[in-house]
């Protein structure tokens, strides 16, 4: 199970860290990430971190947004500063105990969070 938390309403400019506490046995999972859907659109990879250290981005929030996880807590972080309106969304975090896709494919990830609603506004 994966809880998210840590959402809500920012201004322009601000930071929010969201908060993914995994339940069960994802000390075995390969990949962990965050995806965000907005209204209307599909839902993409915002950033992914595989145990064997390897971190990756999406344009958008390079340099922005910054990935990690504590295994010893079993939660996947995602600072967020100098947010900005486009990065307004439901954030949603994933597990991955395949490695069978690419970081960002949403069909590669097996375990989703019910998602925590950002708005920058």
């Known amino acids: 199970q994966l809880v998210e938390s840590g959402g809500g309403l920012v201004q322009p400019g601000g930071s929010l860290r969201l908060s993914c506490a995994a339940s069960?046995?994802?000390?075995?999972?390969?990949?962990m990430a965050w995806f965000r859907q907005a209204p209307g659109n599909e839902r993409e990879g915002v950033a992914a971190?595989?145990?064997?250290?390897?971190?990756y981005y999406a344009d958008s929030v390079k340099g922005r947004f910054t990935i990690s996880r504590d295994s010893a807590k079993n939660t996947l972080y995602l600072q967020m500063n100098n947010l900005k309106p486009e990065d307004t969304a439901v954030y949603y975090c994933?597990?991955?105990?395949?490695?069978?896709?690419?970081?960002?494919?949403?069909?590669?990830?097996?375990?989703w969070g019910q998602g925590t609603q950002v708005t920058v506004s």
């Open positions: 069960g046995d994802f000390a075995r999972t390969h990949r």
């Open positions: 971190t595989l145990t064997s250290g390897s971190i």
């Open positions: 994933a597990a991955d105990f395949t490695l069978s896709s690419r970081w960002f494919e949403r069909r590669g990830y097996q375990y």
